[in-house]
């Protein structure tokens, strides 16, 4: 078993990764060399106490690094921090310092902790209770704090653990009863805070402040502490979450090991044909299995990150089935891993992989949140992750002081993942992304203040705090949802607004998944996506299980299922229409190009579903009856003149077939620029549209009300047309295939496109844009 040590390793494995490939195949993009980071520890600071440095010295840290130095100091002089440094580099024990050694000083103080996620809740509590003095009782308060012990959390715990959901729907609504811990509250952290985004970060924004409001009429203030992986602006982004000014620290001293990172991109598969006969290339799982297989063979302690649950599993399946051919002793030495495990598996998982008995482990990014794992030979990221912090946040595990590691990035079949593995400098020399939210969504905003009414009555002081504008009260009055008293806005109903809120959906009606023979529910999924998901016919996978949908019954709110697993996945096919309601702003370039910016209605159809196979291979249409559904949200939109279209020399008959792909490649390449996934964007393109008078391509948020992600497109729209052209420009396939102008969620199976129309009119609107940035 290979075991070189020291500088180059990372060199040395992928060197021995690019031998397994088959000739005539080049897959390898792009090589970068890291250098390593050695750390800068300071020492503690003078008012940390004895009982803890030594506590924080039984579990290996005898000095704190620079960074969590600093930020304690913030924290301790009462300001708002945010701590953006990358994985691993301490930001819990930056946290843990100043509000441990608060709550030792004022021995009745209390503190709030935050997490997206139980597990990870769970796994820092773990951790803080091997620290802490028993005087603080930390204790979680989630969905799974058994009813019991829930009143003894609230009298009892100085350090309660707890998530959005319960916070919005158990700890607010019952301020009273949590008096006490209320009163006394000094800090509230904030982990992994970069996963609020969207509109569930806008959500969350809007808890935090009715958490400050709550926490004001007991009299505390508490600090905020953030925890986030890098991000830019972390500063403004933690400010707009919060609500409160936050100061941020970015510079990491925590050391790293020096790193290779390689870009690869699977090869073009010649013998399979996908929809309307495009090419296909080996899919990022494929080629993610024989690069594992590889790595494990060279003795590396290699993770791989897969985008799905079946990913995962099947990535695993087919390295150890590789392995078995090579070595008996190997396939057992490789791992699935994904959401659900219980937190002893976890452990479990940790420790094999730092003791060398597991050697590959197949993830999906469960493993991101919370999972002490560092220092590895090699890390594998199949399909880019969404983001660059998530990249850095799952390449970071790999690399030890003084030993050099292997990152290889996989692209997936899909424009982003093209555009960057033909442009590093995009991921690598790049700043991380900002989140993106928007608390003022009237969507969202609305039923928060009726949350915060129910709490506590609303006061005009109030509203400053949430931003809302008087009208937005005024309709509340008006629906019979509050009512307006000379003190305030009240809610004067029984039944309290909370459950009707969801803060992780987009709102509304939930429809459950319910297994039609034991008649045991799922899961659920929100209305608005339920025509897409879970019609009749559709593959529904749930914790790696497939079932197929039989019966979507609307009324009723139920999508009735049975456990299969064919061999195909289905995708929805949808007819959607856009009709402008307002523009913000419209911008005219040279007379052939507007860009504007406002509100729309999206009205979709979904009339039937693809069956295909894992290998993108099209086996039928099948069509539906559902009823339309008309979503109001924010859009980006362009126009070109006909004339101008003409001009390019583009045959009028090509032109839906441009636009349309234009469409796909640009909200493949968004994420780029608005920190969101393809699925919380849609698109509609159309070589005459009633309301603009022209060719016309939209691009909407997919949720209500938006979710900053139009917004932040147009603000971004020269560098992210640039980059969408660029990458239908990279891709090596004759016609257009997935990794450039095809859509997975096209409604209209990916017909018409034109991929040489496509950069035709995106070269047009760009020319007209800089021509007339040029001459402004
Ligand atoms: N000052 C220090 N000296 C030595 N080791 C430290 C120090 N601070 C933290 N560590 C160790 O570094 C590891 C990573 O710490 P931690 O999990 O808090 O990092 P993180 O930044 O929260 O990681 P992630 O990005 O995964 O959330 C832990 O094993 C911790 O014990």
Same mark, same amino acid.
């Given at each position: ?28 993009? !792009?090589?970068?060399?890291? *250098? ?79 997490? *997206?996620?139980?597990?990870?809740? &769970? ?41 959005? @959901? ?9 301020? &009273? ?25 806008? !959500? ?19 600090? =905020? ?45 010649? +013998? ?48 150890? !089935? ?15 891993? $994904? ?10 998982? /940790? ?73 590093? /400098? ?33 006061? +005009? ?9 008087? $009208? ?17 806005? =009240? ?74 697993? *064919? ?23 040279? @007379? ?35 009823? +339309? ?23 009028? &008959? ?5 636009? !349309? ?50 917004? $932040? ?16 420009? &990279? ?24 991929? +040489? ?20």
């Amino acid at each position: 078993m290979g075991t070189q040590a020291g500088a180059g390793r990372g060199t040395r494995l992928l060197e021995r990764v690019l031998a397994g490939v088959v000739a005539g195949e080049q897959p390898l993009r !792009h090589v970068r060399e890291l *250098p390593q980071r050695p750390a800068t520890s300071v020492e503690w600071p003078g008012w940390v106490p004895e009982s803890l440095r030594a506590s924080f010295a039984r579990g290996g840290v005898v000095a704190p690094w620079a960074h969590q130095a600093t930020a304690a100091e913030h924290v301790r002089a009462g300001r708002h921090v945010v701590i953006s440094t990358g994985t691993a580099s301490g930001k819990s024990l930056a946290y843990q310092l100043p509000v441990l050694a608060a709550l030792g000083e004022a021995p009745k103080a209390t503190a709030l902790y935050l997490s *997206p996620t139980k597990a990870l809740g &769970a796994d820092q509590l773990r951790a803080l209770t091997a620290l802490c003095d028993p005087s603080v009782r930390p204790a979680a308060f989630d969905g799974d704090t058994p009813l019991q012990e829930r009143d003894w959390v609230r009298a009892y715990s100085r350090w309660v653990f707890t998530n959005p @959901d319960m916070l919005h729907r158990g700890i607010l609504p019952a301020h &009273a009863k949590w008096a006490q811990f209320f009163r006394r509250l000094t800090h509230v952290v904030v982990d992994e805070c970069h996963g609020y985004r969207g509109v569930f970060g806008s !959500h969350v924004a809007l808890l935090l402040r009715r958490l400050r409001r709550v926490a004001r009429r007991y009299g505390s203030d508490p600090v =905020f502490v953030l925890a986030s992986a890098t991000v830019s602006q972390p500063a403004a982004s933690a400010t707009l979450l919060t609500g409160v000014p936050c100061v941020a620290v970015t510079e990491d001293f925590s050391p790293r090991g020096a790193r290779t990172v390689a870009l690869w991109e699977p090869p073009l598969l010649p +013998e399979l044909a996908g929809e309307n006969g495009a090419p296909v290339r080996r899919t990022a799982g494929a080629e993610t299995a024989r690069i594992l297989t590889d790595l494990v063979i060279e003795g590396a302690r290699t993770l791989a990150f897969v985008r799905s649950r079946r990913g995962a599993e099947l990535t695993a399946l087919s390295a150890r !089935h590789a392995l078995s051919q090579v070595d008996a002793s190997l396939p057992d030495r490789v791992a699935a891993y $994904r959401s659900g495990f219980l937190p002893e598996d976890r452990r479990a998982l /940790e420790r094999s992989l730092a003791d060398g008995t597991l050697l590959g482990v197949a993830s999906t990014n469960a493993l991101e949140l919370g999972v002490d794992i560092a220092g590895l030979d090699a890390v594998v990221v199949a399909g880019y992750p969404g983001t660059r912090a998530s990249f850095w946040q799952q390449a970071g595990r790999a690399g030890r002081a003084g030993d050099s590691a292997l990152v290889i990035f996989v692209a997936r079949d899909d424009p982003l993942d093209t555009y960057l593995v033909h442009h590093p /400098e995009a991921v690598l020399d790049t700043p991380v992304e900002a989140t993106v939210i928007d608390p003022t969504n009237p969507y969202v905003l609305a039923p928060h203040l009726a949350c915060a009414a129910a709490e506590l009555p609303l006061t +005009e002081a109030c509203l400053a705090d949430f931003a809302a504008p008087r $009208r937005m009260l005024d309709d509340l009055v008006a629906d019979g949802a509050l009512r307006r008293r000379p003190t305030g806005w =009240f809610w004067t109903a029984r039944q309290r607004p909370h459950p009707d809120v969801d803060i992780r959906g987009s709102g509304g009606d939930q429809i459950a998944v319910v297994e039609s023979d034991s008649a045991r529910m799922l899961g659920t999924v929100d209305f608005g996506s339920s025509f897409t998901t879970v019609h009749p016919g559709a593959v529904y996978l749930h914790q790696g299980q497939s079932y197929v949908v039989d019966d979507l019954d609307l009324e009723s709110g139920l999508a009735l299922v049975h456990q299969e697993d *064919p061999e195909w996945t289905t995708q929805p096919r949808t007819v959607v229409d856009i009709t402008v309601l307002s523009t913000d702003t419209t911008t005219d370039f040279t @007379d052939t190009t507007t860009v504007s910016l406002g509100d729309v209605a999206v009205t979709s159809h979904v009339v039937g579903y693809l069956r295909k196979l894992p290998t993108g291979e099209v086996l039928d249409q099948i069509p539906l009856d559902l009823p +339309e559904q008309t979503l109001t949200t924010r859009a980006v939109w362009y126009t070109l003149t006909s004339q101008a279209l003409a001009a390019t020399g583009l045959p009028k &008959a090509e032109v839906p077939g441009a636009l !349309h792909a234009a469409e796909h490649a640009a909200i493949g390449l968004l994420p780029l620029f608005a920190t969101c996934d393809r699925w919380d964007i849609g698109g509609v393109s159309t070589a005459l549209h009633p309301d603009t008078g022209e060719a016309t391509v939209f691009v909407h948020d997919a949720h209500p009300g938006g979710a900053g992600f139009a917004d $932040r497109a147009h603000a971004s729209l020269t560098p992210w047309l640039t980059a969408t052209r660029d990458a239908i420009a &990279a891709c090596e396939c004759p016609a257009g295939c997935p990794s450039c102008v095809q859509s997975p969620k096209c409604g209209n199976g990916n017909d018409p496109l034109n991929k +040489e129309g496509a950069i035709t009119v995106l070269t047009a609107i760009l020319t007209a844009v800089s021509a007339q940035t040029q001459a402004a």
